[in-house]
Each structure stands twice: as structure tokens, then as C-alpha cells.
């Protein structure tokens, strides 16, 4: 088999005296796509974070392609940023900047020599896809948080990433517009990107998991496949149960 994209060797993530993600080992594969459940608290975005190398953990390691991320050189550090994105559960848009400068500022930062025409073209090309209409001349905190959220996941896009972290990324949303950002996903998942994403709808799960693996109270209680679990009604009531306390 070949080598995993990204792996949690034994990591631990302690903060403010409180043991939240205890000793995981998990291994993702490129072009997999994982869904992280479990009930609120459990660990789950500390646990997509520490994935995608935003939190460091205070114990063991988190490789990409091999290398420790906290110890990787400063362009395998870029490489690793600029082909990884990551959609925040509360979208953490730069609030002093405006929506184009939010788009704009990951790609001034990774290809300072693209041409504002091209620049603008991206932005435009990562806005259609989550379906944000407003203007660009607006600071995030005049937006509602549904169109926060659909502007938090153009700015992951607009990098055309080929890993993705998505933490909670269709709630808050309403229907068509939830529905517009799992079909995007989906696009995603079907041109071989590698995606982990959090979720509580299990409908979204089904539809796009080929691995589901359950965090209870900082551990890996269950890791499981699809076809496991498709053809397991017991094992497919229990995830259920498990991700909507
Ligand atoms: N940096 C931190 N400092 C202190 N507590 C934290 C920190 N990060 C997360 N926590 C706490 O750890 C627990 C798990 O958090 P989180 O990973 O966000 O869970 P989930 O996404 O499953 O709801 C929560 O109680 C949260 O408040
Ligand atoms: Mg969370």
C-alpha cells in the first residue's frame, strides 16, 4: 500500500489543563474522503486541525507525505499550505479586510507574481462556486453568517486546493444553499481530492464518507467504511445515535 497522505501518530493535544484529543492515530489516504463524527465537545475539530497542521499536538506527530509538519522546512511548509484548505466551523474571515481581500490575500501570498487580472478571475471563479452574490466592498461582520460561511469556503477553494478540512461546513446554512456546498464536495471528492471534513447530518455523511471514524471524549471510538456500514443497520443507527447528542 502505498505510503498515507497525512497520519496522527499517537498525537495528544492538552491546553489550558484539559487532555481534549488523547493519544489518536489515524491515516488518511490520498483521494480518500473521511467524515469525523461524534457528539459536541468530543474533539472533533481539534482533531481536523490538527490534521491540517493549525493546531501542533503536545504529543506525538502529524506527517504530510512523510514529514512532521511542525518540523517541516519552510517551503515544504509553504507546498503543504498551499495545497491544503481549510473550511472553519465559525469561517474566521479576516474581519478588518473586505470579502475580495479575504479571496485575495492566499493568493498574493502563494503566487505574488499572478496578474490582477487573473487574480480577479480566481476570486470570481471560487465566489460562483459556493453561490455568494453580494458585493466584494463589504467587511465580513455586514454579512450574515450564512454568507460568512459561503465566503469562508470560496477563500478555502480559491487556492484550488487538493486536500480539504471542512469543519461543520453546510451548518447554519439554509437548505439550497447547504445543498449547493455538498454538491460542490462532492465535484471535489469525484476529481480525486483528498477530503476530511466534520459533520453532524448524517444524510452528508452517507452521501460522501468512504471512511467514517467517531471521536468520543478525545479518542478514535470507532473507525469504520462505507460498505461496512451501508450494509450494517445496527452499526449505521449507531453512528447516527452517536453524532446527533
Ligand atoms: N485551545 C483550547 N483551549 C482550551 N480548551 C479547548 C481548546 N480547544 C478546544 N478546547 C475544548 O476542548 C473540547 C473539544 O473541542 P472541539 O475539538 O472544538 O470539539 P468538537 O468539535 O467535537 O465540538 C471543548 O470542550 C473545547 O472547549
Ligand atoms: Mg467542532
Known amino acids: 500500500m502505498d ?5 496522527l501518530k499517537n498525537a495528544s493535544f492538552s491546553a489550558a489543563g484539559n487532555d481534549i484529543v488523547k493519544g489518536v492515530s489515524l491515516e488518511f489516504a490520498e483521494g480518500e474522503t473521511v467524515a469525523l463524527v461524534g457528539p459536541s465537545g468530543s474533539g472533533k475539530s481539534t482533531v481536523l486541525k490538527l490534521v491540517a497542521g493549525i493546531v501542533v499536538p503536545t504529543q506525538g506527530s502529524v506527517r504530510w507525505k512523510g514529514s512532521d509538519i511542525a518540523s517541516m522546512g519552510r517551503s515544504q511548509n509553504l507546498a503543504f499550505r498551499r495545497e491544503t484548505a481549510f473550511v472553519f466551523q465559525d469561517s474566521a474571515l479576516w474581519a478588518n479586510q473586505n470579502i475580495r481581500q479575504n479571496l485575495e490575500i492566499p493568493l ?3 503566487f505574488p507574481e499572478m496578474r490582477s487580472e487573473d487574480r480577479n478571475s480566481r476570486v470570481r471563479e471560487a465566489l460562483a462556486e459556493s453561490g455568494y452574490r453580494r458585493t466584494l466592498e463589504i467587511r465580513p461582520a455586514d454579512l450574515s453568517m450564512g454568507e460568512q460561511k459561503l465566503v469562508g469556503f470560496s477563500r478555502a477553494m ?5 486536500t480539504l478540512f471542512l469543519d461543520e461546513w453546510t451548518e447554519s446554512l439554509d437548505e439550497f444553499a447547504a445543498r449547493r456546498l455538498v454538491n460542490a464536495v462532492r465535484e471535489k471528492k469525484k ?25 468520543v471524549d478525545g479518542r478514535v ?8 456500514f451501508a450494509k450494517d443497520a445496527n452499526l449505521a443507527q449507531y453512528i447516527e445515535q452517536g453524532i446527533s447528542v
Open 3 to 7: 505510503a498515507p497522505l497525512l497520519e
Open 108 to 110: 498574493k501570498t502563494h
Open 158 to 162: 480559491v487556492l484550488r486546493p487538493s
Open 191 to 215: 476529481q480525486g481530492k483528498t477530503i476530511v471534513f466534520v459533520s453532524h447530518n448524517f444524510a452528508v455523511i452517507k452521501d460522501l464518507a468512504d471512511r467514517i471514524v467517531m471521536i
Open 221 to 228: 471510538s470507532l473507525s469504520v467504511t462505507h460498505e461496512q
